[in-house]
């Protein structure tokens, strides 16, 4: 069956405005967090990303570095010190940090705990200013941060 027009136009508009990825973050932080008043701690979530756009300062990112070498070795069950590159883009997408059907390239080496960090890091400071400036190419922004 043919996509229609419109479901074309909403899949470009959610792509555009990086919606899903938004809505991935979204929902991981809520899942990480717990609160007792989910919707309260999501308006204020989203407050804080506004505040972070409009002064410039860090934006909430609700992994500290513990936790993400918490996810690397519990990816790296066999203690190699390094993780598959299937098993790198499913992490990004899981944190909200990549989209599922991104076209990330693998140089067929494992990537290493330091580099995962890194890489977070990178696409966190990166993917989260820009989401929230729509004058600016975000895909060629975004695209350029990639080492792989």
């Not at 690397?72 to 190699?80: A, G, L, Q, R």
């Not at 790198?88 to 705990?113: F, H, M, P, Q, S």
């Amino acid at each position: 069956m043919a996509t229609s027009s419109r479901e074309q136009e909403a899949r470009n508009y959610l792509e555009k405005h990086r919606i899903m990825e938004l809505l991935n973050y979204l929902t991981s932080n809520l899942l990480f967090s717990q609160p007792d008043k989910p919707r309260e701690y999501l308006v204020s979530l989203l407050e804080r990303l506004r505040l972070a756009k409009v002064t410039g300062v860090a934006f909430p990112f609700f992994m500290d570095q513990s936790n993400i070498v918490a996810m690397f070795e519990m990816m790296d069950s066999s203690n190699k010190g390094t993780i598959s590159f299937v098993q790198y883009k499913k992490a990004l997408n899981t944190l909200g940090l990549c989209a599922a059907d991104e076209v990330l390239k693998d140089d067929g080496r494992g990537i290493t705990l330091d580099k995962f960090k890194q890489e977070v890091e990178d696409c966190s400071t990166v993917l989260w200013p820009e989401m929230f400036h729509p004058k600016g190419n975000v895909t060629v922004a975004w695209n350029a941060t990639r080492k792989f």
